[in-house]
């Protein structure tokens, strides 16, 4: 158990709607970051936020958005879904030290199915 | 633009056997590289570390190795078991934060 816990672990929804995947990072830990791993493929990286605030952005469509709250949980939220957006969507955590973002922990992941 | 890849999609040893798994870098700025170890319907574990004024790094079982002149990354690990079946992705930790990921090399243990 890394201590990153994802919420819901799967999602099912028809194209248009709109999802919010939520994420709470190991105690102690500042920074959360959101990847995407369509079948059999990589992580691609989304976003990352540092206390708050956002520190880094990857290929994140401007149809999904993210925040991270006070108590530094986060929500990835997903909207006008397409079919193409059915992945396995991975939240870390880590407190990044002075030049890099350190070990990262990962949560079990969201299963989003579009239909 | 840049990326962190890897030589082999997948790799299938013998139980018992060592295992090599290789990646390459185009960032020569990076300067902090990570293992990590993906099972089936799991998220990624971290397995190993490394920075860049280094060239080895030992662990349990695995060795990280650095080749900085031709940025090239690799992890052994020994003895491989049939647990070790998995999905392994490098990671580089470029300048301002940003951690990018290889593709991923799969790895089969034959018992």
């Known amino acids: 158990d890394s201590g990153v816990t994802q919420t819901p672990k799967h999602l099912i929804t028809a194209t248009g709607q709109r999802v919010t995947l939520r994420c709470s990072p190991r105690s102690g830990d500042l920074s959360v970051y959101w990847y995407q791993q369509s079948l059999d493929q990589g992580l691609q990286f989304l976003i990352q936020?540092?206390?708050?605030?956002?520190?880094a952005k990857g290929n994140i469509l401007e149809r999904f958005s993210a925040q991270q709250f006070p108590d530094l949980h986060s929500e990835l939220n997903l909207s006008s879904l397409e079919l193409g957006d059915s992945a396995l969507y991975f939240c870390a955590s880590s407190t990044p030290r002075y030049r890099d973002n350190g070990q990262q922990y990962f949560g079990p992941g969201t299963r989003l199915t579009v239909t | 633009g840049e990326s962190v890849g890897l030589h082999l999609p997948t790799l299938s040893v013998q139980e018992g056997d060592n295992s090599i798994i290789n990646c390459a870098y185009s960032n020569s700025a990076s300067d902090y590289f990570i293992w990590y170890k993906q099972e089936s319907g799991k998220g990624p574990q971290f397995i190993i570390d490394i920075r860049s004024n280094m060239d080895k790094r030992q662990g349990q079982r695995v060795t990280v190795l650095l080749n900085k002149t031709v940025k090239h990354l690799s992890l052994q690990i020994a003895a491989t078991q049939p647990g070790d079946s998995a999905v392994y992705f490098c990671a580089e930790n470029t300048g301002g934060f940003k951690t990018i990921f290889g593709a991923g090399t799969r790895l089969f243990v034959k018992a």
């Open positions: 936020y540092y206390n708050g605030e956002e520190r």
